[in-house]
């Protein structure tokens, strides 16, 4: 009898298992980007595009805004005003205004950070204008925004030299000695959005900005990886190179109390445009100058780069975290940032071309 | 606990009383009619049982009965091979002392032209041997019976394989006569080490039974161990081999088949070759082949004859097929109901639109569909065939339609329930197969209520079942756990045939070579 | 211990080996990294060696008086030593030990699962569902927890290649400079790796049951190795990945990592890993479950552990309920990976010693 009691608890127990957690699909809301700007008095503006699953709906997508204090606060309002579970599921992309990103990101990014269900490869993005004012791009390829931008990221970063960064890249930087994080900068076109450079921060607060040429500097000497599309203009023709392989070496070392950062730049290179009629293909000397250019100009951009970087205060490039592995005894986090603005940056930049294409 | 539970379930178990509960050292007596008397006492008088009186020898001066069941034995036999010669051709006076003698020397000497004929003394045994359809040929004056082989038992021709059909291979299959299965054993397998021993089981249907091992491969403790269990087998009536493996079972309450069934006698071959005792029984077209392991139900015999690339293919596609077989369900259940996140963004954006308007959670949907859909294929078993396959496809086809336009359920719940009946049609074995089926409503329940923790616990407790099992006192999970290293060569991947040099370890045998590695080399000549 | 009893739960070397990682690895794992960076900084692959090797000491004080008492548990033999009073002390904290432990890592357990997995859902129908399997597990003796940790170490291992991405993603600048920390620091950093190592304390139950008791070390140090492995590995992605102090502020660094790696259609890698983390779990669950259960069962003389495991359910989920949040949970860990430290490494030398000097000596496994 006590053997049958046990097995009628066991079954009981199992059927009295609920279905807590259960959230179909059809009546889960999945924001696909957020948009976060400034409003009155301490408060900011949220607003999340939701796609709408129904067929016979009238919108494909919908835009809520909510003013609130903050990320969570603001979505737990704009649940009340929703059919269905809001998920953080599948939320791809997060854009802050410019105004906002000078005040500092780290309180808006804790929520997203601290859920579980927001994926660790959501991208952020900084506007130059308004966020919100993302919602009157009228885009042709796609209905929704969010999409859209997660497609943008991701083929940009794959076929230029510009920066995609995730929560996690941010939070990274944000947190670890001797680097300072960097995010896209977005413009809003009528009918597109666009990546015109990347925002510089000081730890969490946007301190500066980087055109496309500096981006593209900053792009090489980071990644090994990184592969795009170079353009430039030599007297009256263009020239346009395809990174192949970008090789950077950053040393900085501290000589007679002062810290000098070496930066030694390889590149691998293609030829994909050539608007003149001289032939490469038996002179030599043509092909040095076009090597040569090249480098010229990334040792200027780079010093740009450096000088902006200087004047900002902000190590994007961890050059801090390497001379704290290098040399952990000349590394100060404290006053790290002001002897990084104090450094001399000598640059050197040696460009291989390694194919021309099938024109000679 | 378990046990006690085991316990609980049992009941008491009651000695069966056996009809033919005869004094079994009572002899034939010289006296026949004190013997004819003593047969129709104990057998029930049916009217298909023959006593025919005749006297032996043209002179008609010895009496002797024949005794038989009609519809068992062939007449022309009876008449031609034991009558005729003994009312004609045995002339003379015959001493009863010359009978005697006669009878004590040879059977030959009777002129009775029949292979199959024995001597017999005692009553009991005059019984049995005419229950079981033999004829017995009683004579006066002597204390002995002769039992008469000339059973003529109505089957089946041999058949192709019904439920384990192949591609490639022996197309011959069992059927339920012992002698032909036998007979089909015999043929492939011609080694004078072959064992097959022969007993009777059950006693009201008193059904023979064939034990067969290799005796120089088979673990000597494993014949005792099965036939120790056997002989505690107690009960009326063995139809099938099925009820035999129930019997014999290590763990009678488990879900998973403990000994694998199989019509094919290449199979039971390549089984005894591996040291294994396979039983059959009279009157089931199966054999039965122990110990068992877990994998050998995703081993079919066509992985061995072709090439190992096929065979290790195929067994990867069933491993899988049982996998999805079980998880399926539960995994569209714990995706669509609880992690969104792992679906990627467009699908899950259409998932919604086509769920959107369907009235049931996912998991009454999806159990909807599977009990359909396990309707409609035991439907198709028994109905008669062509209609049995229209049915598959009628339910399948136009049942999954008109659900999904009435909104009933979502486009891919139907792929997904479509799926899961196909992947556990890949199960070569029909039993192994049955249990997979099962256990995914489980499954189901549990990714109802936990989702993919539920999937993991579900899993977990199957696999800790498997490993707790035995058969015959061998694990059955092996070679997986415990592990043997060099058995995995011939589990989810079939190894070229030449690394195939060992007999499994998860079987005990005596002799672990199988093969000589020698002529490796095609080109190597002595 | 009877003959009978002994070969019915007989299990190879090869299973301990697989016993001990099993037991090892479990919830140490998702809290390594950010403990490791907290205590030993870049250097904790150094404090985790260390652990490692402090530990195969203790192994080899545990095989030693295995060795003297081939026949008999831990609960047995420290009767014969202690006496009948304080050894009944010793089996008794050893009881208590197993079952603080069980619940602990149990209510770890679901406080992971809830989340990353459940949110929703109580925990302690979570926690029931998982102490029944842990239960049925256990009921079935040391033969099938053997076999199916065997099984569930191929299965699992998938949890860790899904960690390779992020393994080509290290920053070796965070792992740099070498060697600098102090002594005080490496003897703090090393016994706080003790902690996750705890679970070789196994052997002193299972040790009679090992069918070539004269390899014991050989597979045990085997099986000690590769937790050691993993625990190098997942520590050094953790520190290279994420940088010390990033790092620090991650409670689950183990599964946050894979919330980085971004692979395309199979987004979400850390689901897949908490998927295969909770068997993982459920492995070390029951081998503690197992311990506490079977040393009860052999102080009280029970038939069969069954009857154990029964009475010690509805303890060890009272228990469970003890810590009332994650700060807690943590701090009761170390409590019990303390009192741990002191049974598995301190207890056995001890006895061992005691045995030497008294002359005490268990019947050959030969001569039953």
Known sequence: MKHKLLIIYLLALLLSTGCWDINEIDRTKFPTYITIDQAEKDNFLFSAQFPIVAEEAPEETHIISNIAPSLATGFKEIQTRTIGWISFGMLSTIIFSQELAEAGLQEHIDALWRNPIAPGSLVLAISSERAENIKNIEIASRHEIGEYLQFLFETTARNSLLPKKTLNDFFTSFYIKGRDPHLPLLDYGTNEVDIIGTAVFQRDQLVGTLEKKETRALMLLQHMYSKGELSLEVEDYMVNYYVQEAATKLTPYYEDEQLNIKVDLELDVDLTEFTTYERIIDNPQLLEKVEENLAAALKKESHILFNKLQDYQSDILGIGQILKSEHPEDFDAATWHQDFALASVNVSVEVNLRRLGISS | MWDKIKKFFKSESKKIINRLNLDSHKKINENLKLNLNYIKDNLAASSDLVFREFYIGADKNLAAQLIFFDALVKDELLQGKVLKPLMLEITGNLEQTE????????????????????????????????????????????????????????????DKPGIEASTRGPQEAFNESLQTNIAL????????????????????????????????????????????????????????????????????LTIFPLFQTTERPDRVVGNLLEGRVVLMIDGSPFASIMPTTFVQFYQSPEDYYDQFYIGTALRILRFAAAFLTISLPAIYISLVSFRHELIPHELAISLAEVREGVPFPSYLEALIMEISLELLREAGIRLPGPIGETIGIVGGLILGDAAVAAGLVSPPMVIIVALTAIVSFLIPNYEAAVPLRLLRFPMMFLAASFSTYGIMIGWLLILIHLCSLESFGQPYFAPFAPLKWSDLKDTIIRAPIRLLSKRPLSVPNQQQDRQDRKGEDPNEME | MRWSEIEKYQISNQQLAFIIIQTCVGMGILSLPRVMAKTAGQ???????????????????????GRRFPQDTIIQYSDYILGPYL??????????????????????????????????????????????????????????????????????????????????????????????????????????????????????????????????????????????????????????????????????????????????????L???????????????????????????????????????????LPIIFGLAFIPENVLEIFNYLNFIAEFGVVLTLLVPISLLIIAKLRNIKGADQNEA
């Not at chain 2, 005059?126 to 008469?148: C, N, R």
């Not at chain 3, 992605?237 to 689950?252: A, K, N, V």
């Not at chain 3, 295969?276 to 052999?298: D, G, H």
Request: glycine share 6%; net charge negative.
């Open chain 3, 87 to 268: 050894g009944k002390l010793i089996s008794f904290s050893y009881i208590l030990y197993s079952t603080l432990t069980t619940a602990f890592i149990a209510r770890t357990f679901v406080t992971v699962l809830a989340t990353f997995n459940l949110p929703k859902t109580p925990i302690s129908v979570t926690l029931i569902i998982f102490l029944l399997t842990s239960y049925y597990l256990v009921g079935h003796g040391l033969k099938t927890l053997a076999r199916i940790y065997e099984f569930l170490f191929f299965v699992l291992s998938p949890a860790f290649i899904l960690l390779l991405p992020t393994f080509f993603a290290v920053n070796w600048l965070n792992l740099q400079p070498v060697f600098q920390i102090g002594l005080t620091e490496l003897v703090d950093s090393t016994y706080e790796t003790m902690f996750s190592y705890i679970g070789p304390e196994i052997v002193l139950l299972i040790f009679p049951f090992i069918k070539k008791q004269d390899k014991v070390l050989a597979s045990s140090l085997l099986g000690l190795a590769i937790v050691m492995l993993t625990y190098l590995f997942i520590t050094v992605i953790g520190i290279g990945f994420y940088g010390l102090l990033p790092l620090q502020r991650i409670l689950w660094p183990t599964v946050t990592l894979l919330k980085a790696i971004d692979v395309p259609f199979f987004g979400r």
């Open chain 3, 270 to 312: 850390e689901f897949f890993f908490i998927f295969l983390w909770i068997a993982v779990a459920f492995t070390t669950v029951s081998s503690y479950f197992y311990m506490a259960s079977y040393s009860l069962t052999q102080l009280l003389r029970f038939e069969d552990q069954r009857y154990s495991g029964l009475f010690l």
């Open chain 2, 185 to 252: 054993i015999r043929k492939r397998l011609q080694d004078n080490n072959l064992m097959i021993e022969i007993d009777n089981i059950g006693k009201r249907t008193n059904t023979e039974l064939a034990i067969t091992y290799i005796e120089d491969l088979a673990e000597p403790e494993l014949i005792d161990r099965i036939k120790y269990r056997l002989d505690n087998i107690d009960v009326d009536g063995i139809l099938e081999i099925g009820q035999i493996n129930q019997y014999l079972s290590d763990n009678w």
């Open chain 3, 43 to 65: 250097d904790a692959w150094l404090a985790i060696i260390l652990g490692a090797g402090v530990w195969a000491v203790s192994l080899m004080f545990i095989y030693l008086l």
């Open chain 2, 99 to 158: 009978i005697k003698e006669q009878v004590n020397d040879t059977l030959t000497e009777l002129s009775i032209p029949i292979s199959g004929a024995d001597i017999i003394t005692s009553l009991e045994q005059v019984i049995t041997e005419i229950l079981g359809g033999k004829a017995i040929l009683l004579v006066d004056q002597v204390d002995k019976a002769f039992s008469l082989d000339v059973r003529d038992w109505q089957g089946r021709e041999i």
